[in-house]
């Protein structure tokens, strides 16, 4: 049979990057096998079910690039079939009404050894009302096997599992149950999702088995359960304190493609050395069968560093389009959220941009890091960084002395980058200082920083005058 798989995420008001992995590998292993790859919101919790937060996993996974071969179907749609095949069970006997309160059960079983559910109700003859739910009766004995792909045979013995429950008192399936009925409705074959959800696969194998004896007979499907992201602590990732939404690296101006690349690496490690790899390269050697089990840490400085590799590999066209948000979105563009462009646009300059868009690539790992790079060039006055004006300007004795002679020498020489780098460096060794010594506060006056694109290119893209006029603006700055 064709591989169908299926990603099946619960609206969280943002894409967390496990579920983005996730949502990857199971895109990954359709592509190489020629599947299907399937969407599927988990939407039946009517809290989460908020439009935005639907629409931001679809929005997420198309910058991704991970488009679904069907759907996106809504679990909530499915809902009179859970119920249909819940109540199925029920009368079949694999299911019965409890009508224990959580505070009674932990009443009575805390001091049992075992813990979880002790199956008071379990063959009390309880019946159905508004107030009671419906467990699943599980095997006294014997034990059920999670045959996994990535983790090899992992035993759930009958007697450590307790009457779990399946349906709310309102009728209506839990997600265990829910989300096997609709893999058994779309034929999945695999089942590629996190390891936090482990715990539940025998739950839904038990149920699955129920459903073959009294509807329609379906092979199990195969589970893969991936390994768990950690921080830096090697701890789970947090949703409070551990940057996890998809969205907000998005703003940070990293490119889909590094990113995918660096997701693909969590848990799974491609052939040879080369770890940047283009999408087909990883569709072409990806094999679920591989994927570690151990916990995969989220290395932002690693994902940082590929971002920048694949920033420099690109054509200073597709550069600039794809800065084009941090530097000159059109109306209708989508911009970064909380990302300031200091610059009006009519003050912004085309020309400008593509003469210092090369230098700046190389510069960068971040789009996010474009704007204050070159910030000075549109603006009327560079935007000081308060530290470097107080360390190269304000307290650095020879800061004026500097600021002037580079203004006799600037003012007679040829505004090209390789004659201002020679009359700069003729004047360094005529003051008896280093190259970049002098270059500080020549800096600091054109750009406001202390580090940004190459400074002989930088003054000829400001010209002769603003450069003059920016260099005696900050000796008078230097000279407090």
């Not at 071969?69 to 819940?86: I, N, T, W």
């Amino acid at each position: 049979m064709t591989p169908r798989v299926r990603f099946a995420p619960s609206p969280t008001g943002y894409f967390h990057v496990g579920s983005a992995r996730t949502s990857l590998f199971n895109w990954l292993y359709a592509r190489q096998s020629g599947g299907t790859f399937i969407l599927r919101i988990e939407d039946t919790d009517a809290e989460r079910g908020r439009e935005e937060w639907l629409a931001g996993i679809i929005t997420a996974m198309a910058w991704l690039g991970l488009s679904a071969d069907e759907g996106p179907f809504r679990q909530s749609s499915f809902e009179l079939r859970h119920r249909e095949l819940a109540e199925k069970l029920y009368e079949s006997g694999f299911l019965y009404a409890c009508d224990c309160k959580r505070d009674q059960i932990d009443t009575r079983t805390k001091d049992r050894k075992t813990p979880g559910y002790d199956g008071y109700c379990r063959d009390r003859g309880v019946m159905r009302s508004e107030t009671t739910g419906l467990r699943f009766r599980t095997p006294d004995l014997g034990e059920t096997v999670v045959r996994d792909v990535i983790r090899g045979d992992v035993v759930f013995p009958h007697d450590a599992m307790e009457d779990f429950m399946a349906v709310k008192s309102s009728g209506a399936p839990l997600f265990p149950l829910a989300n096997m009925i609709d893999d058994r409705e779309m034929e999945i074959t695999h089942v590629i999702r996190g390891e936090d959800l482990l715990p539940t696969a025998p739950k839904q194998i038990l149920m699955w088995q129920a459903l073959n004896e009294i509807d329609v007979t379906l092979d199990l499907p195969a589970y893969a359960h991936l390994p768990m992201l950690v921080n830096e602590q090697r701890k789970k990732l947090s949703k409070r304190k551990d940057p996890v939404a998809v969205e907000s690296y998005r703003d940070k101006g990293y490119l889909p493609q590094a990113f995918v690349n660096y997701l693909s690496l969590l848990g799974w490690a491609p052939k040879g050395k080369d770890e940047i790899l283009s999408l087909e390269q990883l569709v072409e050697q990806f094999r679920l069968e591989d994927v570690n089990h151990a916990p995969a840490f989220f290395d932002i400085a690693k994902m940082t560093h590929i971002n920048g590799e694949y920033l420099r590999a690109m054509t200073v066209d597709a550069f600039m389009e794809s800065a084009k948000p941090w530097v000159h979105p059109d109306e209708g563009d989508w911009v970064p959220s909380d990302h300031e462009i200091p610059w009006t646009r009519e003050r912004f300059q085309e020309d400008r941009w593509r003469v210092i868009a090369p230098f700046v690539q190389e510069r960068i790992t971040m789009l996010s890091e474009v704007t204050a790079m070159i910030d000075f060039l549109f603006l009327e006055t560079p935007r000081f960084d308060e530290a470097a004006v107080t360390k190269v300007l304000v307290n650095d004795a020879d800061a004026v002395l500097i600021l002037e002679r580079a203004i006799e020498v600037f003012s007679v020489t040829d505004f090209v980058p390789e004659v201002l780098h020679a009359a700069l460096a003729d004047l360094s060794e005529a003051m008896g200082m280093k190259l970049r010594k002098t270059q500080a506060p020549i800096r600091v006056a054109l750009t406001g920083t202390s580090v940004g694109p190459p400074l002989f290119e930088s003054m000829v893209i400001l010209g002769l005058d603003e450069v003059l006029k920016r260099l005696n603006a900050a000796v008078v700055i230097a000279q407090g």
